[in-house]
């Protein structure tokens, strides 16, 4: 069973980095709320983060708590996500970039993420995404390859 304290983590570095925040900028912009030593140990999953703390920091980075807790809940649970580079699904050229190129901008505004090189697409995105473009999960998944990003 994933660690719940590393898929907190990962889901808050993914949020930082969205923002293109540094640690330090995190302090900054939190008055000093939250150290940037803090911060790197709740992304390690070294340090137990409050709920109270958790939202707060969701607050300073500028996202929905409720779309991050979803996250880390697919992520224990074993759903399949795949982090999308925008700017290399633009290079594909292909009719399912186009699409999802379109797709992106719906999902990310229903989302109320920030606007950034990234957006990880989960399972329901992709049956959706494939039921429009009339092939399957794995078709589409396949197609888009070359934009997953693969650095965690």
Known sequence: MPDFAVEIGRALRRAR????????????????????????????????????????LCDVYGISAPAVLGEIVRAVGGKLEHE????????IGTAEGTLLSSFVRQIRA?????VSDTIVLREA???????AAGTTREELAEALEPAIRRDG
């Open 110 to 114: 229903q989302r109320g993420e920030p």
């Open 84 to 91: 999308i580079d925008l700017t290399l699904l633009e290079r």
């Open 125 to 131: 995105d992709l049956d959706v995404l494939a039921t």
């Open 17 to 56: 980095k969205a923002r293109g925040l540094t640690l330090r900028q995190v302090a900054g912009l939190s008055q000093n709320r939250f150290r940037a030593t803090s911060v790197a140990g709740y992304e390690r999953g070294e340090r137990t983060i409050s709920v109270e703390r958790f939202l707060e």
